[in-house]
Structure formats: C-alpha cells, structure tokens
C-alpha cells in the first residue's frame, strides 16, 4: 500500500517530467486508438457488406489461362518469339457451356442456395416496327455495320456477341447487328437487378409476362411503345437479322419505363439502346430458338458460300449463394462434378466489394504503419526518459535500499508511478482518439477515395473515356468492353469505430509501454548497489 | 551471550589488493553503548558498512544472537534488526522528517498499535522535533534537525541494534550532549548502540570503545 502512496507523491512531486512522459503516451494513444479504430471500421465493414451481400456467380470460359497457354505454345513451337497471327481466336472464345451443363452444376449448389438463367439473341425489326432512336438519315445505316461496340446490356442480360458471325470474320468478339436486344429470363430472380427494389423499371401499363409460359409474350420499353403507337395486347412482328423472311411475332403483355434514360452516345447501335431491349420468358425465348433451329435457314454471300442463320442465343447462367462460404464451396464442387480447368467461377459481387473496400483497406494499412512508428519512436523516448529519470532518482533508490527496502519493492514503486501516469494518458488519449477517430476515418477515406478517384480518372481521360459522376456521388466510371476498370462504390464512411476490441487492444499497448519503460527501471534498480551510490553521494 | 559477534571478519575494496578490514574481531552486547574510534581511513566506516550488511565481508563472520547474518536476507536485516544514522543522514530530502520515519515504518514491516503518523511524532518529539518542524522538507531543516530526524528514523521499528556513523560530527557542544543523552536512553531500553566516532566526548560517555588500526 505504501508503495503505492510513495508512487502517488513522487508523481505529483515531479510534475514537469510526468507531464511530458504523459503527453508522450497520449500522442501514442490517440494515434493507437485512431489506427485501430481505422482498422476496426475497415474489418466492421468487411463484415458489415459481406453479411448485406448477395453473393452471385458465373461460370465463364477461362481466356487469361487459355491466352497464357497459346503463349507457351508458342514461346516453345517457335524461337522467333511472340507471333500474334498464330493466335487462334475461336479457342480463345472456348465452347459455351449448354443450359443442361449449367443445371448438372447447380448440384453443387446447398439448399440455401439457387440459381436463374437468362438467354439474349437479337433480331431485326420487320414491318411498321421502327426500332426506337432511328432518324430518316440513320436508318440502315451503322446500326448493322460491325465495329466493336459499347455494351449497352442491363444487369442480368448476356452479352450480345453473335458467335457464329464473330467466327465468320475471325474476331473474338464480333457482336450482332440486329435493331433489338431480346432477352429470355427464366424467373423474376433473374429480373430482380431491374424490377427489384433498387432497380430503376417499372410496369407502367399491363402486366409481366409469365415466367411459366412458353406464349411469344414480351414487354416492351415505354419509348418504343410511343415510338410505334403500340399498347398491351398489341403484336409485334420480329425478323431473323440473318435471314429476314424467318419472323416472329410476340404479343405485349406490358410497357415498362426505365429512370435510367438510355444516352445518345452510349447508343451507337439500336440494340444497343435500352429503349429497344424487349423482355420474354426464357421458355418462350427458348421456344424461338428451337423455332429457328428447325426452321435451319441459310444464306449464301456473294462468293457462293453457304452460312447458317440459326439464331444462336448467349447464354448467361447465375448462381446464387446464401453466403460467401456457400460460393466457395461450389467454386470447389463443380470441378468435381465434372467442370473442365479451362473455365473459372467468378463472382463479380464479391470483386465488387472487395474493390468498395480498398480505400479503407489502404487506409487502415497507412494508419497501422504510422501507428507502429509511433508506438516504436515514442517508445524509445519513453525508454530513454525513464533512464534519465532514475539516474536523477538514484539517490532515493539508495537511501530505500539502504534502509531495508528490497529492489525489487523500489522497482514496484518505480513501475507504478509509469503505470499511473501511462494509464491516466491512456485514458485520456483512448478518450481523444475514440471522439475523433470517425471524423477523422472520414476525412482520410474521403481523401483515399478522392486519391483513387483522381487515379482512376487520368486513367479514363488518359484512354479518352468520359469520367461521369452519379448524383450519389459514388465513382462511376463508364462501362462497357474495354474499360480500364467497372464502377466501383467504395464505403466511404463509417459509423463507428471504437469498441471493446479497440479499448482491449489499447489496453494491450499500454501494457507493452508500461513493459518497456518499467523494464528499463528494472534493469537499472537492480544494477545499484546503496552502499556505491551513498558513497558517491557522501 | 554477546548480542553481536565478529569472528576474524575481513573486508576488501573490489580491485584493492589489501583489506581495510583485517581479522577483526569484536563481542557487543545489549544494553550498551559502543564507540569505535581509529584514524581517518582506518575502516571505522567500513566497519559499520559491514555491520550493517551494506558491504559483503570478504572474511570471517558475523553472528547476530549466534546466528549468521550472512544467512539473513540483508534488506530483512536492515529494516527489522539495524537501525543505521549515517554520517550525512541519508534522509530523503523531498520528503518532511515526519514522513522519513513513517516511511521506515512502512519498510520495515512491523505491525504498530498505535498510527505510524502518531507514533513517529512521538519519537520526533522525543529526539528534539516539535510537531511543526517534523512536517516541514528534510531540506528545510538544520543540521541538527536533520541528525534527530536520522536518529528517529533509525530507531522507530526498535530494532535491537543501533549503528551510527559520526553522529556528533556537525553538532554544536549543546546538540551533542543533547544526542548522546538520546543514545544512552536508547541502551536503557536494552538496545545495543554502536558509535563509530572521532569524539572523545562521545567516547568518553560510552561504555566501552573499541579502537580502530589500520591493516
């Protein structure tokens, strides 16, 4: 008890050195608390995200490993290094995957989990139909011409690339041509990113069409139902852009409207144009197919040459998961089920939300970084003033000695006092560093973001894409095929920050600096010897 | 059976060849008031180091009530069994007298019927210390005030044996008498003092005087 009375009256009696081994540790406790506040918010929202996200994944064609497969191919076939004209673009594509591989896979799958599918062919307007955007000059004109082109897709919808033609020219990515965009979705899930709470359609007139029916039933875009005079119950009359005599005719069940107004400039092509995208059921959609398969129509070019004109559909099959673990399961079961090496699983949410968190994960690793800097030159300041303290006390540490008191009492009395003063510092620094630390993430992170975003967007400007700004002020950098990068909502906030991890945590630093200073007296009482330092003193 | 025994007892500086101490051997009982006396750099100091376990002996043996001092943790040692008056106090100076021998109390261990605060002004009172001067700073005291206040605080835990060094030195001839009158009610209390001294006054007033040569 007395130990800690003396320790008591020592502080107080040498104010002007405890003052300063206390602003010390409080410098050391608010950069701790705000580092591992920083961290705190950064793993809370890790946490809060992934517990929030629907976790969706594909199936896709691996072209990074097959590209890095030619390559070798190459490297060892021929000496005279990289020949991109031996590149053969039709493996590069890989063979699409059928909707039985695609349900033999969802086996995979746990009960909390599903999956919906979508098909996308496109097919060229026919009679009164005018696709919507086209003037009197334009008709007829670049809309079929073959330029790699903008993806104007919606969420959910399969890329609009023509296989078949794409091979005809030999290019990868060779898209069709046709005015409008059909898509076949085989259930409201698969519509849920447009229809659903955070999507931007809407039924405005009519109803959906039935997911269960095979009836060439569709919905209609608002534009294109002025643009024609059209209205539900109305037909409309669609051709094979291949081969126009194959037609098919699909009755509107409902016009939707989309808050998201289709761009001009995004919209080169009319398919493109999401006022021109029509919506069915996949069986309908499906059934169209298979129409056109029988039908087996072809066309002959100029040089006699005879090439099919069987609508080809592009598939896209969606995986959902109750949870990330779910995912990674299935991105392990399916190989066993039978999935070749040259296709990956990928879930472009869990990249997404991965890439929302980089400005806090940056973030939390520069705060950690100057945390431990702090931590480790503070502690040596602490160390060294401790030493200096107790070559000033070494007369008191021989007198107590001298008198009978062990050294190890002295040592006690001497870690006490540096517990005391640390603690109150802790305190009060802890107090600071949690009051300032969700300010002070904010601040940071909104100039991490703004710092990635600069990055980002000389990238852009640098490629000459536009850089636009949504009105939530998140970064959303255009889409489409070749991109330097997809949209990116970063978290660019946090709540809170201080919890009980962080107060243990700093709990635990102040014990590390109460460790060090006091072993730096333990080391020292222990080297006097009294009879020297009176001696001395004498 | 002497209270305190030095059979042969021997002390040697670290890196000194010769001992300041050499078979010294010497017998003190309770109740009695020693001096030591010899000339300067005889190893009156060294001795009383050595009585009081602050120097290891090099040599021989100290048997306190026939046992080993050796053999008692030497912090035990001086806070239950020795009460040492240095020859320059040794007090803590930014503590008051008051507090000095309270704190002694606390080292020491020993258990007290009455509050130490008590108690310590008490014997402050004894040695010559009025309550006012017991809490001003050790600093704030004169040479004389300072030698009570040492005194007390060697004595406050009643350990069976007293060791001062010079403790007359700075003392005008009224303090002096003043001390050693202090010294032999210390030895009516059955307590065995121990002067080291260059005072033949103080010499005169002890009971027996052991005489210091160098080796």
């Known amino acids: 008890m007395y130990i800690i009375k003396n320790a008591l009256k020592s502080i107080t009696r040498n104010k002007l050195r405890n003052i300063l081994i206390g602003v010390i540790v409080l410098i050391i406790s608010v950069s701790a608390c705000a580092a591992l506040s920083i961290q705190q918010a950064a793993e809370a929202a890790r946490e809060d995200t992934l517990s929030s996200l629907n976790v969706t994944a594909q199936i896709s064609f691996d072209r990074k490993k097959a590209m890095e497969e030619m390559s070798k191919n190459d490297d060892s076939d021929s000496d005279e290094g990289f020949d991109r004209g031996k590149f053969d673009f039709d493996v590069l594509q890989g063979s699409s995957l059928t909707l039985d591989d695609y349900m033999k896979y969802t086996k995979a799958l746990t009960k909390s989990d599903g999956y919906y599918y979508s098909g996308a062919i496109s097919l060229d307007a026919t009679g009164d139909l005018i696709p919507y955007g086209t003037s009197e000059d334009s008709e007829d004109s670049d809309s079929k011409s073959s330029d790699s082109q903008e993806n104007g897709n919606m969420p959910g919808q399969p890329p609009q690339m023509d296989s078949d033609s794409s091979k005809s020219f030999g290019m990868p990515f060779q898209v069709n041509q046709g005015d409008f965009s059909i898509t076949g979705y085989s259930s409201s899930d698969a519509m849920?990113?447009?229809?659903?709470?955070?999507?931007?359609?809407?039924?405005?007139?009519?109803?959906?069409?039935?997911?269960?029916?095979?009836?060439?039933?569709?919905?209609?875009?608002?534009?294109?139902a002025v643009y024609n005079n059209l209205k539900v119950g109305d037909t409309i009359k669609l051709a094979n852009p291949s081969y126009e005599k194959e037609t098919y005719k699909l009755k509107i069940t409902g016009i939707y409207t989309n808050s998201d107004s289709s761009s001009e400039e995004n919209n080169r092509f009319r398919m493109n144009d999401p006022a021109n995208n029509i919506y069915m059921s996949y069986k309908a959609f499906s059934k169209l197919i298979k129409a056109s398969e029988k039908a087996d129509n072809k066309t002959t070019d100029s040089d006699g040459n005879e090439t099919s004109a069987v609508l080809s559909e592009n598939m896209a099959f969606t995986y959902t998961f109750a949870n990330v673990e779910n995912y990674e399961k299935f991105s392990k079961k399916v190989y066993d089920l039978g999935l070749s090496d040259d296709y990956k699983v990928s879930s472009s949410d869990l990249q997404a939300y991965e890439n929302s968190l980089t400005p806090l994960n940056t973030l939390s690793s520069t705060a950690m970084w100057f945390f431990f800097i702090v931590l480790g030159v503070g502690g040596i300041i602490l160390i060294t003033l401790n030493i200096f303290n107790l070559r000033e006390r070494k007369y008191e540490v021989g007198v107590l000695t001298a008198i009978g008191m062990k050294k190890a009492k002295v040592a006690l009395q001497f870690i006490t006092e540096i517990f005391i003063v640390t603690m109150i510092a802790m305190i009060i620094g802890s107090s600071i560093g949690s009051a300032v630390s969700v300010p002070l993430t904010n601040t940071l992170l909104a100039n991490q973001i703004s710092s990635s975003q600069s990055s980002q967007d000389k990238v852009n400007d640098n490629f000459g894409f536009k850089n636009d700004k949504s009105d939530s002020g998140m970064s959303e950098p255009p889409q489409g095929f070749g991109r330097v990068s997809s949209a990116v909502k970063y978290v660019d906030s946090v709540s809170s920050a201080s919890n009980i991890f962080v107060i243990l945590e700093l709990a635990l630093v102040g014990l590390f600096l109460i460790l060090i200073s006091g072993l730096a007296a333990l080391v020292s009482i222990m080297r006097y010897e009294p009879l020297k330092i009176l001696s001395n003193r004498s | 059976m002497s209270k305190l025994k030095l059979n042969n007892v021997s002390y040697r500086y670290e890196k000194s060849s010769e001992n300041v101490?050499?078979?010294?051997?010497?017998?003190?009982?309770?109740?009695?008031?020693?001096?030591?006396?010899?000339?300067?750099?005889?190893?009156?100091?060294?001795?009383?180091?050595?009585?009081?376990?602050?120097?290891?002996?090099?040599?021989?043996?100290?048997?306190l009530d026939d046992q080993n001092v050796a053999k008692i943790d030497?912090?035990?040692?001086?806070s239950k069994y020795v009460g040492v008056i240095f020859q320059s106090f040794n007090l803590l100076t930014h503590l008051t007298a008051l507090?000095?021998?309270?704190?002694?109390?606390?080292?020491?261990?020993?258990?007290?019927?009455?509050?130490?605060?008590?108690?310590?002004?008490?014997?402050?009172?004894?040695?010559?210390?009025?309550?006012?001067?017991?809490?001003r700073r050790v600093l704030k005291l004169s040479g004389g005030q300072q030698q009570r206040c040492a005194i007390a605080r060697a004595v406050i835990s009643h350990p069976s044996m007293i060791l001062a060094d010079e403790p007359t030195g700075n003392l005008d001839a009224e303090t002096q008498d003043e001390i050693i009158g202090l010294f032999k009610m210390l030895a009516s209390e059955g307590k065995c003092v121990i002067i080291v001294t260059h005072s033949a006054d103080v010499a005169a007033a002890s009971d027996v005087t052991y005489e210091l040569k160098k080796a």
Not at chain 2, 74 to 78: A, E, L
């Open chain 2, 74 to 78: 030497r912090y035990r040692f001086r």
């Open chain 1, 192 to 224: 849920l990113s447009m229809f659903g709470e955070d999507g931007s359609y809407k039924i405005t007139d009519g109803s959906m069409f039935d997911f269960s029916s095979s009836d060439y039933e569709c919905i209609i875009s608002n534009e294109l």
């Open chain 2, 99 to 135: 507090e000095n021998v309270v704190l002694s109390m606390d080292i020491s261990g020993k258990s007290f019927d009455t509050p130490k605060k008590e108690l310590a002004l008490e014997l402050l009172g004894k040695v010559g210390l009025s309550a006012d001067e017991a809490k």
């Open chain 2, 21 to 63: 101490l050499d078979n010294v051997c010497m017998d003190f009982d309770a109740g009695k008031i020693y001096t030591i006396v010899g000339k300067s750099g005889a190893g009156k100091t060294t001795l009383l180091s050595v009585l009081s376990s602050l120097a290891r002996l090099t040599g021989g043996e100290i048997l």
